[in-house]
């Protein structure tokens, strides 16, 4: 038997439950109704996973909905914290053992009590728990048996569900220090789902040939987009093309700030969190 | 430190680096856009689409 799904077995049914479900929370009404009725509504991120997760923390013990918001956030950014741990120089067995108790110190632990008051974002706390959780790791030699006693993360599970689009070069992998790879890593993270929504609302209206023709051209420049030979291919009219474009480009663009906003308390912290993600892409600082 | 062989990302490592002709960026994601642009497109000044939406559009087409 597969070695996770062993471990897998043998873990907390609650926390698991949380996680295997794929749509756990998305499909609650955090913002459900902007993000399915279509009509890009921007700014109206009110209630966001992280902020849920904040106001939760407050009270004494995290609440289920809490957990579960929680559960749900290091179910999707799960691929930064494994980049980051294997670029410190782990195997990539060792680095899932240590991906997994990292989530289990997150999620079965009173982290949420111990983070700090001044909180920030999801991605900045996190990142800084799992820098002081390997200094632990280190201190201790990490000397547990591989596998541990809990299990949190079904890779094949996880990989089959999301399998990462990210293209990097082996330069990259190998230079760049673990920190700016987890940034590498979350962009990346923040950017496929935002696409796999999209995708999924065209497949849903039966237009997958609509997504997989013009989503090539989502940050193409007017003059390099060819509307003649797209709407040959598509078969609509020219006019059509464009609006199609238009409308692709405005509901991506709300999709990717709607991500963005989960991990952020306050929806305003949208544009500097885009911000400094574009930052620590920028070919300059390679 | 050989990198060969992460579990998530066996498949996506290139050898060459495709720097973006607008950014310079070597981040590229498997539809061939890059990273960078793709996060950029949604710092863009949001324009007034009406009351039509992609949703609607794609309802209309023949």
Redesign the interface.
């Known amino acids: 038997m597969n070695k996770w799904r062993a471990l897998r077995n043998r873990c907390n049914d609650s926390f698991w439950a949380c996680l295997t479900r794929r749509t756990c929370l998305e499909s609650r009404s955090l913002n459900s109704a902007a993000a399915n009725?279509?009509?890009?509504r921007?700014g109206a991120f009110a209630t966001t996973r992280w902020s849920l997760i904040l106001s939760g923390a407050d009270s004494k013990g995290a609440g289920k909905e809490t957990r579960a918001a929680l559960a749900e956030l290091c179910r999707i950014y799960w691929?930064p914290i494994?980049?980051f741990i294997?670029?410190r120089?782990y195997s990539?067995e060792d680095?899932?053992d240590l991906t997994q108790d990292f989530f289990v110190m997150i999620l079965e632990g009173n982290w949420l009590q111990h983070a700090d008051p001044s909180r920030g974002r999801f991605r900045s706390l996190l990142l800084k728990s799992l820098q002081n959780f390997l200094n632990d790791a280190a201190d201790k030699t990490y000397a547990r048996k591989r596998g541990g006693d809990v299990s949190f993360v079904s890779?094949d599970a996880w990989?089959a569900e999301a399998?990462?689009?990210?293209?990097?070069?082996?330069?990259?992998?190998?230079s760049w220090p673990a920190e700016r790879l987890f940034d590498?890593r979350w962009?990346?993270t923040?950017?496929?789902r935002?696409?796999r929504r999209l995708r999924e609302?065209?497949e849903r209206?039966g237009?997958l040939r609509?997504f997989d023709v013009l989503?090539?051209y989502?940050?193409a420049?007017r003059d390099d987009v060819s509307s003649v030979n797209l709407a040959t291919t598509l078969g609509?009219p020219q006019a059509?093309v464009k609006?199609?474009l238009?409308?692709?480009?405005?509901?991506?663009?709300w999709l990717?700030?709607d991500e963005?906003a989960h991990t952020v308390e306050n929806p305003a912290d949208?544009?500097d969190e885009?911000?400094y993600?574009?930052s620590a892409?920028?070919?300059?600082s390679? | 430190m050989n990198l060969y062989g992460l579990t998530d990302s066996h498949a996506t490592i290139t050898n060459q680096p495709d720097e973006c002709p607008h950014c310079e960026s070597a981040f590229r994601m498997s539809c061939g856009l890059c990273l960078r642009c793709l996060l950029q497109a949604g710092l863009t000044e949001d324009e007034d689409s009406g009351s039509e939406s992609l949703d609607t559009l794609l309802s209309q087409i023949e």
């Open positions: 009725e279509g009509v890009p921007p691929r494994f980049a294997s670029r120089g990539a680095a899932e890779w990989m399998p990462s689009q990210l293209s990097i070069s082996t330069e990259t992998l190998n590498v962009a990346a923040v950017v496929e935002a696409l609302e065209c209206k237009r609509v989503s090539a989502l940050t420049e609509v059509t609006k199609l238009y409308h692709m480009r405005q509901r991506y663009r990717l700030r963005v949208v544009e885009l911000r993600l574009c892409l920028a070919a300059s390679e």
